[in-house]
């Protein structure tokens, strides 16, 4: 009896199957993909960066590593990881995936091939990043090098981390998040964008990390507004703000605004914006509220600080110029691209059910471009930094 | 005996045969002969000649005529030695005269007079090396039995302290005392454990380890389930606990039982220091338990089959170290670990000159040269020396070992199954511990099964005043440990 059990659950270890013995040094960890889209023989283009190239032995002891991008091509996901795997000696491993990044092309046409593809594959971890380039090839932004990372898919998503943290252009999504504003109804899902700047050659030499000034550098650029899985384009600085600011993205962000002939700058903190929607005589009414503290932090017109009043129009001012801001947002996403990235309809569908579910199908074109949405903003200026006058004034 | 002294004489040396540390001389007192016999090599010359050579000699030769009549009634009560004895049974002086007593032979009277002249053959009372503790009592058990019970007798001056002998060994007739607290301890348990030694039909005991076998029979388990320990301070806290306490003759290591797993996670020590220090230094010690047990498997299990556990740049970092290492991750683990075990073997048995050049070989050929010559990757000599380095937190040899066993085990487990291999040896690694008992209280209390009270005591250590009782598992009468009296101060 003893042993028919102990026979029985060895069989059921031995049943269950998770016989995925990989040697370390049998893998290829791919830690970020490129995806293109080859116009004329209508293929995917992919390119992986492999993050444990040895280069050198004597690297190896010190646990550094070079990176290796290997390009497969084929009519789908598959059959591009496929020839990539045929180029690579070592088995191709995507559970250390960091940042996945579709050209404009592929984006355009839509993700969902791709995201399926990711969704069903057990290895990856479903949070590494999604980003769009403009105008250049995936290929192009992965060769490039920077002397402050080791890796260049870390120097991406360590980028896009720091960039949400201190300015306003950058939204922190990964892939579950992309999915999950794909799959609900109610919202359309947004990402962040890259560029190159520099040399797009130079940039991809490791010779290049020995000059103090790399020749190239990525650079995390505006939004990329979707809408479904298709790429519709992308927002400028403004509305890029606007859009994060109005989905409590921002943590930081600055505001610039006019005085006289000069600029004075605010810096706001954790900004909070709440959207209120209602139906009244049934037509949807959209509130959102921003308020926020904040802090000045330049100051180049000659106003006395020390006044309540001046800081009184002064909060006003920037009242005004962050709504704008929020309003561009609001303007774009309406009119030029007619996407619901808010979310507005999400709202409409937890408090307003019925009437969400009459117009789901036509909700963005039909219902959410056509909105009147308020805009409040309530702010705090709290302090003025370690100086209380400009120092202009300080001097008279 | 009977027959004159010649006889005898001739009887006993046909015995012991003609051993050159035998010792013997027959005096004419008067018209009667003694014979005094001992062995040299354990009798001391000077007692000798001080208890028993001056006092005949000086005493009995002025009055020979009056009082050789009664020479044996007169040696019995003039010799001037506390431990005076006679011997009825004549196999009984074989015995006496192996430790250490002088044997003295009458004509014409049948028992012996045996007195003790032993020599001091024990070192003295030293400080531990085994179990080193920074504060609290240094002194440790010799080899000499009656020191180590004295040295418990002066700790704990109750009537109730009982220490009863038993004579073990059919050769070495070994003396073994089974000490205990008379209304403290279990009496059944007692009861027990001196049926168990009774049972025991060996021709010596040479250590307290021999009996440890025998006291836990019936199950199999590289856990030990006595303590063996040096220090009068932790059996003195057992016994005031109620656990029975086992001497041996000729050996410094007592044996404490019934031992729990929690046991060996503390040191007598902690009874010393402040409750909150020791709390820390007991959870450290659960932690390290934990980490020597498994840190090898988690890391094979992590490595070649649950990449997707390690952080991104560990991952890269590991894979680039591994890169130039030709033998599986497992193989390799295990090599590292059974060369560290020689390692510490070799320490241990190398006589201590030369212990630095073992050292020095090992930290170089593990630490630097294996890794340089791309034998075995960097990550595992850190997991190996962190593994042992969690290893050598324990004092207990046996407990060391067993922890070993184990190790290795898991790095099995891992090797075929990852984590999911990790899980089911833990399984049967908890099985195994629940299902150990040492004379009949069951080795994981009392975290299972739970007792909140005597847990103040285990894991972690409750300020004095909070403990005021004894742990249930070991004793079920006179619980209470701290009085009212010293509550209310």
């Not at chain 1, 020995?210 to 990525?218: D, F, L, T, V």
């Not at chain 2, 000499?144 to 704990?156: A, F």
Request: net charge neutral; charged share 25%; proline share 3%.
């Amino acid at each position: 009896m003893k042993i028919k059990l102990l026979v029985l659950c060895c069989i059921t270890f031995l049943l269950c199957g998770c016989w995925n013995y990989n040697e370390l040094n049998q893998i290829a960890i791919v830690t970020a993909l490129g995806i293109d889209k080859d116009k004329k023989e209508n293929t995917y283009q992919i390119s992986a960066t492999i993050s444990n190239a040895h280069g050198t032995q004597s690297n190896t002891k010190e646990g550094q590593s070079q990176t290796v991008i290997i390009e497969g091509k084929g009519h789908t996901i598959s059959e591009a990881l496929n020839d990539i795997d045929l180029q690579s000696p070592k088995e191709i491993y995507l559970g250390s995936l960091n940042v996945i990044i579709f050209s404009e092309d592929v984006a355009k046409e839509g993700v969902n091939k791709i995201a399926d593809f990711l969704m069903r594959e057990p290895e990856s971890r479903k949070k590494f990043y999604l980003l769009v380039t403009q105008d250049e090839k995936a290929s192009d932004v992965l060769q490039i090098l920077s002397p402050l990372e080791a890796l260049p898919s870390q120097n991406i998503a360590s980028n896009i981390l720091e960039a949400t943290n201190y300015q306003a252009v950058v939204a922190d999504i990964n892939y579950s998040d992309f999915i999950r504003t794909l799959i609900e109804p109610g919202k359309q899902p947004v990402l962040s964008s890259i560029k190159i700047t520099g040399d797009k050659k130079d940039g991809s030499k490791y010779s290049s990390l020995e000059q103090s000034k790399p020749a190239g550098a990525i650079k995390l650029s505006n939004l990329a507004i979707f809408k479904k899985d298709k790429l519709l384009g992308f927002a400028n600085k403004k509305e890029s703000q606007g859009i994060n600011l109005i989905a409590n993205e921002a943590k930081r962000i600055t505001i610039e605004t006019k005085c006289d002939n000069d600029y004075m700058v605010a810096e706001l903190n954790h900004p909070h914006n709440t959207i209120t929607v209602s139906l009244q005589n049934n037509k949807p009414v959209v509130k959102m509220s921003l308020t926020s503290k904040g802090n000045i932090t330049e100051m180049g017109c000659n106003l006395d600080l020390r006044d309540p009043k001046t800081i009184d129009t002064i909060t006003k001012k920037f009242e005004k110029d962050t709504a704008d801001i929020l309003k561009a947002g609001i303007h774009m996403a309406q009119k030029k691209y007619k996407s619901d990235i808010f979310g507005i309809g999400r709202k409409f569908q937890k408090s307003y059910p019925s009437y969400f579910h009459k117009h789901q199908n036509n909700w963005d074109d039909e219902i959410f471009s056509k909105l009147k949405i308020q805009v409040h903003v309530d702010l705090d200026l709290e302090t003025k930094g370690s100086l209380e006058q400009s120092i202009r004034k300080e001097e008279s | 005996m009977r027959g004159n002294v010649e006889q005898i004489l001739k009887k006993i040396k046909n015995e012991v045969g003609h051993s050159s540390d035998f010792f013997s001389r027959i005096l004419t007192l008067g018209n009667k002969k003694i014979l005094y016999c001992f062995f040299e090599s354990v009798s001391s010359d000077d007692k000798i000649s001080n208890f028993f050579m001056k006092g005949i000699t000086s005493d009995i030769r002025y009055q020979e005529d009056t009082f050789v009549e009664d020479l044996f009634f007169h040696l019995k009560n003039t010799i001037i030695n506390s431990k005076l004895t006679l011997i009825e049974k004549p196999e009984d002086i074989y015995y006496y005269l192996s430790s250490g007593f002088t044997c003295i032979f009458v004509e014409g009277y049948q028992k012996v007079i045996a007195i003790e002249t032993k020599a001091i053959l024990d070192r003295s009372v030293s400080e531990s090396s085994s179990e080193a503790i920074i504060r609290g009592p240094k002194d440790s058990f010799t080899e000499n039995y009656m020191v180590n019970l004295g040295l418990i007798r002066k700790r704990i001056k109750d009537k109730n302290l009982r220490m009863d002998e038993v004579k073990l060994g059919k050769r070495t007739q070994t003396k073994i005392a089974i000490s205990y607290i008379k209304d403290i301890a279990d009496l059944e348990h007692v009861k027990m454990i001196q049926d168990r030694l009774n049972s025991i039909d060996i021709d010596g005991v040479i250590d307290s380890s021999y009996l440890a076998e025998f006291l836990s029979p019936n199950q199999h388990s590289s856990f030990p389930k006595i303590i063996s320990t040096e220090r009068p301070d932790l059996v003195c806290q057992s016994l005031l606990n109620g656990k029975i306490c086992i001497f041996v003759e000729n050996t410094p290591y007592v044996l404490i039982l019934p031992a729990l797993l929690v046991d060996f996670l503390q040191s007598p020590e902690d009874h010393y220091q402040k409750p909150s220090n020791v709390s820390f230094t007991r959870i450290l010690r659960t932690m390290a338990f934990l980490i020597t047990l498994l840190t090898p498997a988690i890391y094979i299990a992590v490595t070649t089959f649950n990449q997707e556990m390690i952080p991104d740049r560990l991952l890269i970092s590991l894979a680039i170290q591994r890169e130039f290492v030709p033998f599986p991750t497992a193989f390799e683990v295990l090599m590292l670990m059974i060369v560290f075990e020689m390692l510490r073997e070799s320490d241990i048995r190398i006589p201590k000159i030369t212990g630095t050049a073992i050292s020095v070989v090992g930290a170089l050929v593990l630490g630097d040269a294996a890794v340089n010559a791309g034998i075995i990757s960097p990550i595992v000599v850190i997991i190996i020396a962190i593994t042992s380095i969690c290893g050598l937190l324990f004092t207990d040899v046996d407990f060391v070992n067993s922890l070993r066993f184990w190790r290795i085990f898991f790095v099995f487990c891992a090797t075929i199954l990852g984590i999911v291999g990790i899980v089911a040896g833990g399984i049967i690694f908890i099985t195994k511990l629940a299902s150990l008992e040492c004379i009949g209280t069951p080795y994981l209390a009392p975290l299972s099964p739970f007792n909140a009270k005597a847990n103040k005591d285990a894991i972690i250590r409750a300020p004095r005043n909070k403990l005021k009782t004894r742990s249930i598992f070991l004793t079920k009468k006179n619980n209470t440990r701290l009085g009212v009296k010293h509550h209310e101060n």
